[in-house]
C-alpha cells in the first residue's frame, strides 16, 4: 500500500521518502517471517526447503509473461481493453 501511496505523492518529496521508508520496513518483516519459516518447519532441511519453494515461487515469472503474450497476441492494450469490457459489463 506504500508504494501504492508514493504514485499519488505527486512532487511531495517527503511524503515519498516517508512511504518508501514504510514500504521497506514491512518488506523487511516479511522476509524476516517467512525465512524463519523454514527453519521452525524443519531445521535439518531448511536450505533445501528453501530452494525449493524458491524454485516454485520463480516459475511464474517465466510463465506469466509467455501466457500473456500469447493470450494478448502480443498486443497488450487488447488485453486491456478487454478487461475494462467484462467489467463494465458485469456491474
Not at 518529496?13 to 517467512?34: E, H, N, S
Not at 523454514?38 to 516459475?59: C, K, P, Q, V
Amino acid at each position: 500500500m506504500c508504494f501504492v501511496g508514493v504514485s499519488f505523492a505527486g512532487c511531495d518529496r517527503q511524503a515519498a521518502v516517508a512511504l518508501m521508508t514504510l514500504g521497506t520496513m514491512f518488506i523487511a518483516g516479511m522476509y524476516c517471517g517467512f525465512l524463519s519459516n523454514h527453519i521452525d518447519i524443519a531445521s535439518n532441511y531448511a536450505g533445501t526447503l528453501m530452494a525449493l519453494t524458491n524454485t516454485a515461487a520463480t516459475i511464474p515469472g517465466f510463465i506469466v509473461p509467455v501466457f500473456v503474450g500469447e493470450l494478448t497476441h502480443g498486443n497488450v492494450r487488447s488485453l486491456l481493453a478487454s478487461a475494462r469490457i467484462s467489467h463494465s459489463s458485469s456491474n
